[in-house]
């Protein structure tokens, strides 16, 4: 991704909130299934902690609470 550093961090904030979203909420998107959103969620973790840390968010963030 080629991004300003303020941009890039806003985009891959985004992403992780809408698969977070998709993984919690499965039937808010029912085309997307949501092993995938939770497989993406948790590569975006793995790459950018950083960012998930600042979002308050962990690997378990994208599976619905119990």
Known sequence: MHARPEVKELLIS???TRWAL???NPHAYPS???S???RNFSRLCSRYPQIAQ????TVTSAYPPI
């Open 14 to 16: 985004r992403k992780m």
């Open 54 to 57: 600042r979002l308050g968010m």
């Open 36 to 38: 995938r959103a939770r």
């Open 32 to 34: 997307v299934s949501p």
């Open 22 to 24: 998709i993984g919690r």
